[in-house]
């Protein structure tokens, strides 16, 4: 049903121009970027300002301990080593602790006071307290799913039943990119600190969206991006004859075909060709200073967290509209203390450094800084370590229109239940859109009958409390 | 113009391209607006009312908005005053969407839906006309008119196409030129490009008669149950992985091998969804066991996704696959969305969510599980391939004449038996005991250690000596010796023995004592299944079970006896594992005893007299007296080595997943789809209720009861689904739109007759397929050329009348099969194992658990079709998935298609491609004769079917030439291109050249043409 319409479009815009539909949403980008990034494309009224042009989403893997990050719980510290409530625990969805005793462990690092906000970060994050009052900090999200595969796919897409798209898709599908040489979703993986977790690609699919609104994952060895490099022994101006041929012999079938597809395949190996170039100068991160590299404290391109956080910078510099960064290695079932010091370690100076490249740059304020993982843990111990735990986690956000120095929602003294200011994952998704100027209601695409959205069929709300 | 109708609704969808279309193209968006005259509910209505109304006002019970229905005329006709028949303007309903007033305006603002001008006036003009209700067409009894006066299903078929164009005023395409009508042709039945000398057949005579023999030629061919496979495994959502989590190997290429050889057979539609849902419930005549076919085919009911994740709730994942198997049976045999049902009533479809849970439950005598152990899905069988077949009796011939050369062999020693029986009397005096002790106070000194030997003193004490071995974790910890310099060799009566100390404060979940006899595969296993090592449903040698934890607080010797641990007489044993999950324990005194003496029970066989010794007895005694011969041990070893070599030859044969029938478990309707909200209502098997109920007496309803009734000829939804989903591989689009769903929110068919009439044409054929397809492209209406005239773009830009043919870009697997094809590379083989095309190294870095390295086929698999490629759900071939494939999580009944750089990425450099490239050259250059011009000719004509016209001709000639100075030049750079791939190129031709083609051939597989069906 949809192809009709973008055949419909394609084949008037055609007519009058001769380009694809490639050019054609870039045109498009183009004139509605120069009216400001406020238009939406969303059909009619309710539109309103977007606060933010794109999302860079740190993913952090395996799900956090918020009880030893940002959500701070001094009753834990007291009642350390004692039996947990029943009351708060009966017939509540719990994983690998099931049929154990459940004995509550204390915060494993000391909090304090960040800021001016006084903020309350652990020590284990040195560099991100730093940006603090820049920061609001959700400590009342609550998910759906508890065990990590469905969990990601329940936070990337709004449900756990595969094959619908994510989040990114959905933005790349109502907003486009602002780049013709670069995909405009883009995945960077890294792991380490912990347990790695798998993570499917289902987490940046395109689901029933068309492709080409998929997430492109970007590799730190062999090639960034797959088929990106010339086959062995085919020079760039090669590989650009191999293209024109193709185009010329195209062009002289089409004139009997009268194929619109083949416009638009011509712009597709076009769009290819800039990305044989544009990806290399990408990934090649020599132009960087020592200083900026000294600062995310990276060995650049070594396919880390902070080497990631640097080819993010420069993928939101190149106009990519959704960025997303996996760090797997927050699984801590065992040993949560050093295994939370560990992974923290390694994406602390990095996220920082990222948040502080984006401000030098004027960039921040039209950046999305999502932070936070799948799920929270227990308060309860598993052994040394913490179990899954989905009825109440903590997530950050800074840059554009985000309140800083907030403490957003609470969960109840045990950090157990989100109790205040619940933040459903739902909401979360909503309040995303809100920012990029989208109305998750009418972000919608008919498949199967019926008019899908991200946010599904359940009630969601901005969170209207932490726009600034 | 119902299709100028549709382009309304699709247009109300969101989107940058909207805006775009309406500035650019407002004419047209007009044109849409007139109002049919004569107004029918199906075609007309109920799309407005479905799309807009029925979210608030339609099936679904539970928010029905001020009491009033839309969906049912005796509910939305009545005293309300909301639908006055006849008079449209005393009916509230037009007053509310007529209004200004934004309290009052139907649909209301915070739907965001609105209605157009156009939509109210089919409203008005329906009212006006009696608002006369009609049930869905599709649940509507299918109508026969028109097959039964047609000659044929063919003329059935043109008779209604070209009745409505001429009544549209539209003219028909002309008919295809010959070789774009036999690629097209060769694409649709056997996915490849038609081979040269067919197209020069058809070129020079392109008349009916020989038309007719190539659509049998391919319908016949292996290709095309190859060919069908792609469609059929995306809607099953056959994959070659679990897809949760770890995305494990699951074995089930068989029932894709199924697929193929059904669609090959012809094997009639209703068999062919019988086999499928219930293959394991039937059996062929005069037998009264499924044949092996019949349980390979039941497999389907496994290919849902499906977890090994630690932590993981069997409960949740239960009713995960229950609600995964509901979508897809619902998709998949009626082509119906029953997803929503999981947790209301559908508001567009009459399913209720009663029908969803009574639909699944005729699954729930499955044999599965919601978590299951490590690479492992039970019940699975094994399907030996013929020669694999043959092999196993071989095996098995084997086997029986052994067993008889041994039997023979104690016949002949009974004799001297009774002289025997006398020494051993002699002897049974003297029963000794030998102990050899391994750890005490200190580790093993002549073996390697591993894990912590941490001794320690404590306050409990130890059970010898001083010191004991404290291990302690939270989870799977273990320390060994292995490599012992004089191992420990087996004996008659061995036993192990260690004494453990468990903390009761904090006792292990489970522990295990495992031996080393050249692998570790011996365990025994107190406690709880925490641990995975060789773990299985059942208990045996490398996983056997001794019960509970022992007693926690005081030392407890443990005791593992040689045999159940599946030790063998002269086993040599160098190596033992003390493992715990979790707590905290203390292991002490580790030794070894051997019983040299006789059992008890043998010495009491031995004295009762031979005449009055039990059946029992006697075998004791004869089992004894023949171990001690070494003929007959010889004989026994030769039996166990064919039976090991049977077995082993067995577990290299191919298993599948199968269906099981157990005793149902029960299945309530879950509130919201809560899978911990065991509040609701027990359910039975059961068809959705307003379809009709299904007699069978006081039994419960199997899923053969299902098949059956899918099966009925008279299902209105089984024949629709799948004839317009053949309609929509023959062109493109189905007869109805929407392939995934003919329910209300799908589109109204194009040609609800014709849909209709090609259904019943299927059924009363038997259900044959290939004979479905015939019909279809025999048609002059798929025979026609896909260009659009002018007129066509402007009065049916999305061909809804079929006055011309589709066109659009090959299926991912049928790109990947064109250019091996073209360069000769292409391995044709039926079914098998799936296979490892060359795929980017690192693509799985983000899988784990286990962690794995894709190897790419270095033999002949590297060749073989796109259908029979490794399909990874969580990370599918990214050459697949540029091409749009699905990731089989879902029903697919329709890929998306897209055109993108990724595609342009794949084309140019995947190695794949390159090879293929190169390996075309090699064609060109042997077979192309003998001047460059010929083989430029030659090239293009290989890769399209058709002559190069001079331009094309002078552009591929160019890039001959350019490249070739270029490697004449550049020799290196030649070889570098040339030595892709798992081929080696043929040395005897001058590289340089070689390598010009190689371009020139990658020119060609890059086409638009090559990889488009036109």
């Not at chain 2, 209720?352 to 639909?359: G, I, V, W």
């Not at chain 2, 077995?647 to 599948?656: G, H, L, Q, R, V």
Request: charge should be negative.
């Amino acid at each position: 049903m949809n192809d009709h319409h973008t055949y419909l479009a394609r084949r008037t815009f055609l007519r009058r121009t001769g380009l694809g539909s490639v050019a054609l949403s870039s045109l498009l980008q183009n004139s509605l970027r120069a009216d400001t990034i406020a238009a939406t494309p969303i059909t009619t009224g309710q539109r309103h300002p977007a606060k933010v042009k794109r999302v860079i989403h740190l993913c952090m893997a395996g799900g956090p301990s918020h009880l030893e990050t940002f959500d701070y719980k001094p009753v834990l510290e007291k009642l350390d080593g004692q039996a947990m409530p029943a009351s708060v625990t009966a017939g509540q969805p719990i994983a690998q602790l099931q049929g154990q005793e459940l004995k509550i462990m204390g915060p494993q690092h000391r909090f304090a006071p960040r800021g001016e906000s006084g903020l309350m970060v652990s020590d284990v994050f040195p560099h991100i307290s730093g940006l603090a009052d820049q920061m609001c900090v959700i400590k009342s999200m609550y998910t759906e799913q508890i065990n990590h595969d469905p969990a990601h796919t329940f936070f990337n897409t709004g449900t756990a039943i595969s094959g619908r798209p994510s989040m990114g898709a959905w933005v790349m599908y109502g907003l486009g990119a602002e780049t013709e040489n670069l995909p405009g979703f883009i995945v960077l993986t890294s792991e380490g600190g912990g347990q790695s977790q798998p993570i499917s690609s289902r987490q940046w699919h395109s689901g029933f969206l068309p492709s080409r609104f998929q997430g492109v994952q970007m590799y730190a060895s062999g090639n960034p991006v797959h088929y990106v490099g010339n086959p062995a022994g085919v020079n760039r101006s090669q590989q650009r004859e191999i293209i024109d041929a193709v185009a010329t012999i195209n062009a002289r079938r089409n004139q009997e075909r009268q194929d619109p597809e083949v416009v638009t395949r011509l712009a597709a190996y076009e769009m290819a060709f800039r990305m044989q170039a544009s990806v290399p100068e990408l990934t090649d991160m020599s132009s960087e200073t020592q200083a900026t590299i000294d600062r995310y404290g990276c060995v650049p391109g070594d396919g880390s967290f902070a080497s990631n956080c640097l080819l993010a910078r420069r993928l939101a510099e190149r106009g990519v509209r959704f960025i997303q960064l996996y760090h797997r290695g927050w699984d801590h079932h065992g040993g949560v203390k050093q295994g939370v010091e560990t992974t923290a370690k390694l994406v602390d100076q990095a996220t920082a450094a990222l948040v502080n490249d984006l401000k030098q740059r004027g960039m921040l304020d039209d950046t999305l800084i999502i932070w936070g993982g799948e799920f929270g843990r227990t308060p309860m111990a598993q052994g040394s370590g913490r179990d899954h735990h989905i009825k109440g986690f903590s997530m950050w956000m800074a840059g554009g229109g985000v309140k800083g120095g907030l403490s957003y929602g609470a969960t109840d003294e045990f950090g157990y239940n989100a109790v205040e200011n619940k933040v459903h994952v739902r909401d979360f998704h909503a309040t995303m859109l809100h920012l990029l100027g989208i109305d998750h209601q009418r972000l919608t695409y008919k498949f199967q009958g019926l008019d899908f959205r991200l946010t599904g069929v359940e009630e969601a709300h901005v969170v209207r409390d932490v726009l600034a | 113009m119902f299709a100028n109708h549709r382009t309304i609704r699709c247009l109300t969808r969101t989107g940058l391209v909207l805006s775009f279309s309406l500035c650019i193209n407002g004419s047209n968006a007009t044109h849409a607006e007139s109002v049919p005259e004569k107004v029918r509910f199906n075609r007309d209505v109920r799309p407005v009312l479905s799309d807009k109304c029925f979210a608030c006002h339609g099936p679904d019970a539970q928010t029905v908005e001020g009491g009033l229905r839309l969906d049912v005329r005796e509910l939305a006709v009545d005293d309300s005053g909301a639908i006055i028949a006849g008079d449209a303007n005393a009916s509230e309903l037009i007053a509310r969407i007529m209004t200004d007033d934004q309290d009052l305006v139907m649909p209301p603002a915070h739907s965001h839906k609105t209605l157009s001008a156009a939509e109210r006036q089919v409203l008005k003009d329906w009212i006006d006309q009696g608002a006369v209700y009609e049930q869905h067409w599709a649940y509507e009894p299918m109508r026969s008119e028109g097959l039964d006066e047609a000659d044929s299903l063919t003329a059935a078929i043109d008779h209604k196409i070209d009745a409505r164009l001429s009544e549209d005023g539209l003219d028909a395409a002309p008919k295809a030129d010959p070789v774009t009508l036999i690629r097209r042709l060769s694409f649709d039945l056997t996915g490849l490009p038609p081979e040269s000398h067919d197209v020069d057949r058809f070129v020079n005579n392109p008349s009916e008669r020989v038309y007719s023999q190539l659509v049998d030629q391919y319908l016949n061919s292996p290709r095309f149950g190859e060919r069908m496979a792609i469609y059929w495994l995306d809607l099953v959502r056959y994959a070659d992985t679990v897809g949760y989590h770890g995305d494990q190997n699951v074995s089930q290429s068989p029932y894709r091998d199924y697929v193929i050889k059904a669609f090959n057979d012809n094997k009639p539609y209703d068999v062919f969804v019988r086999e499928q849902l219930a293959g394991d419930l039937l059996s062929p005549p005069n037998r009264d066991q499924p044949s092996q076919e019949m349980l390979v085919a039941s497999g389907y009911n496994r290919l849902n996704q499906t977890t090994e994740e630690g932590g993981s709730q069997a409960k949740e994942y239960l009713a995960i696959y229950f609600a995964d198997r509901v979508r897809n049976v619902s998709q998949v045999f009626l082509g119906s969305t029953m997803g929503c049902a999981q947790c209301h009533d559908h508001k567009y479809d009459p399913f209720t969510t009663k029908d969803f849970y009574a639909l699944g439950a005729f699954f729930a005598d499955l044999e599965e599980r919601g978590v299951y152990g490590a690479r492992d899905r039970p019940p699975m069988i094994p399907v030996p391939s013929e020669a694999e077949h043959k092999q196993l009796q071989r095996f098995d011939a084997q086997l029986i004449e052994l067993e008889q050369q041994g039997e023979t062999l104690r016949q002949q020693l009974l004799a001297e038996m009774p002289a025997w029986e006398a020494a051993e009397r002699e002897r049974a005096d003297r029963p000794q005991i030998e102990t050899d002790h391994l750890v005490v106070d200190q580790s093993p000194s002549d073996a390697t250690l591993s894990g912590d030997w941490n001794f320690v003193e404590t306050t409990f004490g130890a059970h010898v000596g001083s010191k004991v071995r404290h291990q302690q974790s939270d989870g799977l910890v273990q320390h060994y010796f292995e490599g012992l310099e004089r191992p420990i060799v087996v004996k008659d009566q061995t036993t192990f023995f260690t004494w453990v100390y468990l903390d009761p404060k904090n006792p292990p979940q489970a522990i295990i004592l495992q031996f080393n006899d050249g692998d570790w595969e011996q365990r025994k296993v107190w406690g709880s299944d925490a641990i995975e090592w060789g773990r299985r449903p059942e208990s045996y040698a490398a996983y056997r079970r001794a019960g509970e934890l022992p007693e926690t607080g005081r030392w407890i010797r443990l005791e593992v006896a040689a045999q159940e641990i599946g030790l063998k007489p002269n086993a040599t044993i160098n190596g033992i594992a003390f493992t715990q999950f979790g707590g905290d324990a203390y292991w002490d005194h580790t030794g070894v005893e051997h019983h040299d003496g006789r059992s008890e029970a043998f010495l009491a066989a031995l004295s009762t007299p031979s005449d009055q010794r039990d059946q029992s007895q006697t075998t004791r005694l004869q089992d004894a007296y023949f171990a001690e011969s070494d003929i007959v041990a010889a004989n026994s070893k030769s039996i166990e080595q064919a039976k090991a070599d049977r077995a082993s030859f067995e577990s290299s044969i191919t298993k599948t997943v199968i269906s099981n029938s157990v005793e149902p478990r029960t299945i309530r309707i879950l509130p919201r789809g809560n899978w911990m909200d065991d509040s609701g209502e027990i359910v039975l098997p059961a068809i959705p209720e307003f379809l009709g109920t299904l007699e069978v007496g006081d039994r419960r309803l199997t899923r053969l009861d299902l098949a059956d009734w899918i099966c009925q000829d008279d299902n209105p939804l089984t024949a629709r689904t799948m004839a317009n989903r053949m309609w929509k591989l023959m062109f493109g689009r189905g007869l109805c739109e929407s392939v995934d769903d003919l329910g209300g929110q799908g589109t109204y068919p194009s040609y609800p007759d014709l849909l209709d009439t090609v259904s019943v044409g299927f059924v009363r054929s038997g259900w044959d397929v290939k004979q479905l397809l015939r019909s279809i492209v025999m048609s002059n209406a798929y025979q026609r050329s896909s260009t659009p005239s002018a007129e066509q773009v402007s009065a049916d830009p999305y061909n809804t009348t079929f006055a011309r043919q589709g066109r659009f870009c090959l299926d991912a697997e049928m790109v990947r099969d064109t250019a091996l094809s073209v360069s000769g590379l292409l391995v044709e083989q039926v079914g098998g194992e799936s296979v490892h095309p060359y795929q980017p190294p690192g693509y799985y870095a983000q899988l784990n658990f286990p962690r794995r390295e894709y190897e790419a086929d270095k033999d002949e698999n590297q060749y073989r079709r796109g259908v029979y490629t490794h399909w990874q759900r969580t990370f599918l071939h990214p050459m697949l998935k540029a091409f749009d494939a699905p990731s089989r999580e879902e029903c697919t009944a329709a890929r998306a298609r897209s055109n993108t750089p990724l595609q342009a990425l794949v084309l140019l450099n995947d190695p794949t491609f390159i090879e293929a490239a190169r390996s075309f050259a090699e064609r060109i250059m042997h077979e192309g004769g003998a001047e460059v011009d010929s083989k430029v000719d030659w090239a293009y004509k290989s890769a399209v079917s058709r002559a190069a016209d001079p331009a094309i001709h002078q552009t591929l000639r160019h890039v001959f030439e350019s490249n070739l100075e270029r490697y004449r030049n550049d020799t290196q750079a030649a070889s570098a291109l040339l030595s892709q791939g798992n081929t080696a190129s043929d040395g005897q031709l001058d590289a340089a050249e070689l390598a010009a083609w190689t371009s020139v051939a990658r020119v060609l597989l890059n086409l638009q043409e090559t990889i488009t069906r036109y």
